[in-house]
């Protein structure tokens, strides 16, 4: 079975410019998690989906930041404008309702120039 | 709110050489607790988790046991490996939440 798949795993861009990470969790999990990490911060919970319903968004640095689960398969996470500070690896986790563990994908390194 | 505290690292170990990388936490509840491994380049993986006081969660030689009265879970292996280099991360779930609190990581070097 294939594991949580994050795409692209690279991504440089300028500042200012539209960025869009994509996550596919593992079919049957219903819990969707979106990371980042950072040296100065570790790693941050940004948000989470349950049934594709965005529960705790807490985490969201500000309103540059969105994500998005349209349907069981698919979530994005969105930044616009992106900025230097922006610049981490950003992680995708997903987990069944049963177990609760959760299933990191291999992350997005982001760089912001 | 909930806190892991993990001990700062880095950690350096010769080959065979025993680990234990202190994990202690802040909760409200009773929580589940975990340690995951991140090797190079990679998403984090769960290493081996507890779930109530006095369980001892095991994998690949590495134990942890869910002391609720010193609210620890201290991760240890007898005779660590080069192929143990890794950052290691304590976490929580408290009761029925689904997101996880993380420690801020240990990393451990392991050199021949």
């Known amino acids: 079975d294939a594991g949580v798949i994050q795409s692209p795993r690279h991504e440089v861009t300028e500042m200012g410019q539209e960025v869009t990470l994509r996550c596919k969790p593992i079919s049957g999990h219903n819990s969707l998690f979106w990371y980042r990490q950072t040296m100065m911060r570790g790693l941050e919970l940004l948000i989470y989906f349950n049934n594709n319903v965005p529960i705790d968004d807490s985490g969201m640095p500000e309103d540059r930041f969105s994500a998005k689960m349209p349907n069981a398969s698919f979530s994005t996470l969105k930044i616009q404008p992106s900025e230097p500070r922006d610049s981490a690896v950003y992680f995708c986790a997903s987990s069944r309702r049963t177990d609760y563990e959760q299933y990191f994908g291999p992350g997005t390194r982001l760089t912001v120039t | ?112």
């Not at chain 2, 991140?38 to 046991?65: H, I, R, V």
């Open chain 2, 1 to 112: 709110g909930d806190s892991v505290t993990q001990m700062e690292g880095p950690v350096t170990l010769s080959e065979e050489a025993f680990l234990t990388i202190n994990c202690t936490y802040t909760a409200t509840g009773y929580p589940s607790l975990f340690w995951y491994v991140q090797y190079p380049g990679e998403g984090l993986q769960l290493l081996l988790k507890a779930t109530k006081a006095d369980d001892k969660g095991s994998n690949k030689g590495f134990e942890a046991t869910y002391r609720k009265e010193t609210t620890s879970f201290h991760l240890e292996k007898g005779s660590v490996q080069v192929s143990d280099s890794a950052v290691y991360f304590c976490a929580l779930r408290d009761g029925s939440a689904r997101q996880l609190t993380f420690g801020s990581g240990t990393q451990l070097t392991v050199l021949p």
